[in-house]
């Protein structure tokens, strides 16, 4: 059964803090991405990879970064948080030819 | 880049009656699409996909159509149950590579 997971399910965060998101798949995907999910707006790509330390940017990768070290890891970051990053991210992984499998996804806050 | 629209935004439904939600895309090199269901707290889930080389796919009560000519694909549900009503997805990729994503569809089924 494939899983993916993030690291929290809820987080709230200030102004200005850096921020690290986790995600760790187990089925040994080579594709992984990070999106937003906003009311209205759907899902929205901020970044992916497809191989380890390879990185390509989505549509909204202003303020973010990632980093993948392992290929089960994608980790997202925000360098510093402001509160216009306050959504849901989810954190997907898929073989290079196959179906996404999504995270349950981390509701973050910045106040 | 993709544009993906998907409508209608909420559709409410009685149990027993077919729910039909609408997708349209702008990139004619698409050839994958995916739709997916979010139940409340979760990460959205594959709930079947169809390839440009076909033009209908069915699995039991959910069935996805595709006009290339046209640009648009739907999600058909029959006999629609209350463990249907979610938000549903869909989305549009050209070879499996970024994922674009409809703004969502919210169905409730009332028994």
């Known amino acids: 059964d494939v899983k993916v997971t993030q690291s929290s399910r809820y987080l709230v965060k200030r102004t200005g803090e850096k921020v690290f998101l986790e995600c760790v798949q187990d089925?040994?995907?080579?594709?992984m991405f990070w999106y937003r999910q906003d009311p209205g707006l759907g899902l929205r790509l901020i970044y992916f990879s497809y191989d380890v330390k390879m990185k390509e940017k989505g549509d909204i990768p202003e303020g973010y970064s990632v980093s993948r070290e392992k290929k089960e890891r994608f980790s997202l970051i925000l360098e510093s948080a402001s509160t216009n990053q306050t959504s849901m991210y989810l954190c997907?992984?898929?073989?290079?030819?196959?179906?996404?499998?999504f995270g349950p996804g981390t509701r973050l806050t910045v106040t | 880049g993709e544009n993906v629209e998907q409508h209608p935004s909420t559709l409410s439904v009685q149990e027993g009656d077919s729910a039909v939600i609408k997708c349209t895309y702008s990139?004619?090199?698409?050839?994958?699409f995916p739709w997916y269901k979010q139940e409340l707290g979760k990460g959205p889930q594959l709930i079947i996909d169809?390839?440009?080389?076909?033009g209908e796919k069915k699995d039991q009560r959910i069935a996805v159509t595709l006009n290339k000519t046209a640009k648009h694909f739907s999600l058909h549900i029959t006999e629609t149950q209350p463990e249907d009503s979610a938000v549903y997805f869909c989305?549009?990729?050209?070879?499996?590579?970024?994922?674009?994503f409809g703004s969502g569809t919210k169905l409730n089924v009332k028994p």
């Open positions: 989305a549009a990729s050209t070879n499996f590579n970024k994922f674009y």
């Open positions: 089925m040994d995907h080579e594709n």
């Open positions: 997907a992984s898929s073989p290079p030819v196959g179906e996404q499998y």
């Open positions: 990139d004619s090199a698409s050839n994958y």
């Open positions: 169809i390839r440009s080389n076909v």
